[in-house]
């Protein structure tokens, strides 16, 4: 932005009048011209219901959002500690307890494990709402650091892991793609805060954006902050950044409680071809020796036999076709970074 244009840095905010609240009443027959009955300010009556205590008199608002907003993390409202605790858990185990994570109600799943809920959401609250903390709490858990390969007879007596005998492999997710990449190639920026960035795409990946490209996605000048992580990325409404689109981001628009997971052609077609990862492919592989560099990078293991014999005819291959062993070494970091063991946690 250009020195002495823009507007100046302000914050949005809603207050009340006074301490006496605009009165609300129930339109009769839909008309906001004819009043019925008034509505007293009150909690959710299918949550419990209850009274708001009237506020001081010295006070200059309602203070009616205040006392929702205590009322929401109070210790006698043991839902939103509960919502908490099972979205995170869903973050790490692919599915929550509840398995539907936008409704508690009578309608919902019951819980897989009801005592652990209870427990989680307790020692959530305990600990001063710290999600860091939930985090670690859950990390450290044997039901998270197991492995993902199943019992024998997991398969028949509980084919959905509802009692997690073993992890459930999950792909990474789509921003979780972009940074991995960028953090086995060396060159994921690690930089926090600031405004959102805005990388280069090809001019094919420009396919329905509404307007002039160059003002609607206008590319941030210094190129070091193009590989900053994807959550620093402009997210537009109207057009989702392509690789993440292909890798199921959600689309901005609906409410998102749980991301589909689908496999389709573009997703192959965008690791395989993009420039993105062509241009960290090649950065990756002026960075490493040899195929055994490339793989403790990428897969932090070296190759099997069988993956050496193969590895080392794709090399020779591709330095004969491609004109040099950077370039073969180049399209070997491309082939890893499109494995299943890399894009899958397990």
Request: charged share 25%.
């Amino acid at each position: 932005m250009y020195a002495g244009y823009g507007a100046p840095l302000i914050a949005s905010g809603v207050t009340d009048i006074s301490r006496e609240a605009p009165k609300t009443f129930v339109a009769l027959r839909g008309n906001p011209d004819t009043p019925g009955e008034e509505v007293d300010p009150g909690y959710l009556t299918c949550l419990g219901g209850g009274e708001i205590p009237e506020p001081p008199l010295h006070a200059k608002t309602s203070q009616r959002r205040k006392e929702l907003a205590e009322w929401i993390v109070s210790t006698d409202n043991p839902l939103t500690a509960r919502v908490m605790v099972n979205r995170i858990w869903q973050g790490h185990f692919g599915a929550g307890l509840v398995r539907t994570p936008s409704d508690f109600g009578t309608r919902a799943n019951e819980a897989s494990h009801p005592e652990l809920l209870d427990w989680l959401a307790t020692e959530f609250v305990r600990q001063g709402w710290s999600v860091k903390q939930l985090h670690r709490l859950i990390m450290t858990s044997d039901a998270y650091r197991r492995g993902a390969n199943p019992a024998e007879d997991v398969a028949e007596g509980d084919p959905q892991n509802l009692y997690l005998s073993h992890m459930n492999r999950r792909r990474l997710r789509a921003e979780e793609i972009r940074d991995a990449v960028l953090h086995v190639t060396g060159n994921l920026n690690l930089q926090m805060g600031g405004l959102p960035v805005v990388p280069p795409l090809e001019k094919e990946e420009f396919y329905g954006m509404i307007g002039n490209p160059k003002n609607a996605w206008p590319v941030s000048p210094n190129s070091e902050e193009h590989n900053r992580r994807s959550i620093y990325l402009l997210s537009k409404r109207t057009f989702p950044h392509p690789m993440l689109e292909a890798f199921d981001r959600q689309d901005g628009v609906l409410s998102c409680s749980r991301r589909n997971e689908s496999t389709t052609a573009p997703q192959a077609l965008t690791l395989l071809n993009s420039r993105f990862m062509v241009e960290q492919a090649r950065a990756l592989a002026a960075g490493v020796d040899t195929a055994d560099d490339a793989f403790k990078k990428v897969l932090a293991r070296l190759p099997s036999g069988q993956e050496r014999v193969t590895v080392s005819g794709f090399l020779d291959r591709q330095t004969e076709n491609r004109g040099g062993r950077k370039e073969a070494l180049a399209e070997l970091a491309r082939v890893l970074m499109n494995s299943n063991e890399f894009l899958y946690v397990d």
